[in-house]
């Protein structure tokens, strides 16, 4: 699986980066095999103004179904990362459910 973080206006050492990727790698660990590419972007949207304004937008490929993407928002941005890890993971799931059960069918 192929995965790129990319930061804007958020200053992020390799540690936090490292702990970014295996978050998401964990999350999707089970469905390794069908996931093409991951690209995480994690962005401060105000900048130094504050507020709730911590984004991360993740877009995956998987194999043989169309791209999914996975957008969150928020004050604190590993919270955020967590959502997103989450979501992305049950969204996953589903997907790969449905390509499953769609070549059951197509088979029967």
Same mark, same amino acid.
């Given at each position: 699986?192929?995965? &790129?973080? +990319? %930061? ?5 050492? !390799? #540690? $936090? ?35 709730? &304004?911590? +984004? %991360? ?5 998987? !194999? #043989? $179904? ?43």
């Amino acid at each position: 699986m192929k995965f &790129d973080i +990319r %930061c804007t206006h958020l200053p992020m050492d !390799r #540690g $936090a980066l490292g702990h970014i990727r295996r978050r998401f790698e964990h999350c999707l660990d089970h469905f390794a095999h069908c996931v093409l590419q991951v690209h995480v972007l994690l962005s401060d949207v105000n900048g130094p103004k504050g507020g709730a &304004d911590k +984004r %991360c937008l993740v877009q995956l490929q998987l !194999r #043989g $179904a169309p791209e999914i993407v996975i957008e969150e928002q928020g004050v604190e941005l590993f919270g955020v990362i967590g959502r997103a890890a989450d979501r992305l993971s049950a969204t996953v799931g589903r997907a790969v459910a449905l390509q499953k059960h769609q070549h059951q069918f197509r088979l029967a």
